[in-house]
């Protein structure tokens, strides 16, 4: 059997990444810095993760403070939610950016919502409860 075990995406600031997905509910799960290797890896999802739900892996490697390219084949995490606008809302009073405000998406009735951490990565919020 296999399950999705996480996403990993590099960060210039780890603190602000972290700071961010906060805003969405996620907290840091653990940690773990590799000196020989100059990097950190933060851990981040929802409650103790005890059901097994993907996570975020958090990259940051020392010293690095210029642009990571996104990359062409990435799209977005999928994070669902209770009320998508109050988590705009969040989003925006914490700074953050949104891209397309809380609404049904095209076709469709279910809301949904996009959001960019710190690093441009894009997140669909899709309202789920």
Request: proline share 2%; hydrophobic share 40%; aromatic share 12%.
């Amino acid at each position: 059997m296999a399950s999705y075990l996480h996403t990993m995406v590099r960060v210039r600031n780890l603190d602000a990444s972290i700071a961010f997905y906060k805003l969405l509910g996620m907290h840091e799960l653990r940690r773990r810095d590799v000196p020989d290797g100059k990097y950190t890896l933060v851990f981040i999802g929802y409650a103790d993760n005890a059901a097994g739900q993907a996570e975020i892996e958090l990259t940051y490697n020392w010293g690095h403070d210029t642009e990571y390219e996104v990359g062409t084949g990435f799209g977005h995490f999928a994070v669902g939610v209770s009320d998508v606008a109050a988590v705009v809302d969040a989003v925006r009073v914490g700074g953050g950016k949104v891209t397309r405000e809380a609404g049904p998406v095209k076709f469709g009735t279910t809301i949904i919502a996009f959001v960019e951490d710190p690093d441009g990565y894009k997140i669909e919020l899709i309202q789920r409860f």
